[in-house]
């Protein structure tokens, strides 16, 4: 799609807010991202969730449109947490109420459905690896 000079010129494309270098503070647009990839879901699951589409949810995040407060109640109470939590900037933190993700909840459950030894066996090398990694840190 080709862009008309007389529309370039009148209707500029807006700029994406961005985070100032070296701040600690998260955008909104950032939050909603984080708060999403945190709790497992792409944006095709949220946007299901939400009853829109996920070009919207991909706007959203990239910051190519704002919040409006309708939004903002209806993404908060997707991401089960408040509208204060998602439009405050209280700096990099990750949110007190966070779920485990749903890939690791996936997992949990065909694990669980594993005879006993299989899962016996599962677990072991599971807390051998986590032993490693604690180690390395």
């Keep these: 799609m080709e862009t008309s000079p007389y529309t370039a010129a009148i209707m500029p494309r807006k700029k994406a807010p961005q985070s100032v270098p070296g701040s600690e503070l998260e955008l909104p647009r950032e939050r909603l991202s984080r708060l999403r990839k945190e709790r497992g879901w792409t944006q095709v699951e949220l946007a299901e969730r939400l009853g829109i589409s996920q070009t919207l949810i991909s706007d959203y995040e990239r910051g190519r449109l704002r919040l409006n407060a309708d939004i903002v ?7 089960e947490v ?8 209280t700096g990099r933190q990750h949110s007190l109420r966070r779920k485990p993700s749903l890939r690791v909840l996936r997992r949990l459950e065909k694990i669980e459905k594993l005879p006993p030894h299989q899962q016996s066996t599962l677990l072991k090398t599971i807390d051998t690896f986590l032993r490693g990694a604690a180690a390395s840190r």
């Design 82 to 89: 408040t509208a204060n939590e998602l439009l405050q900037p």
């Design 73 to 79: 109640v209806r993404f908060a109470n997707a991401l």
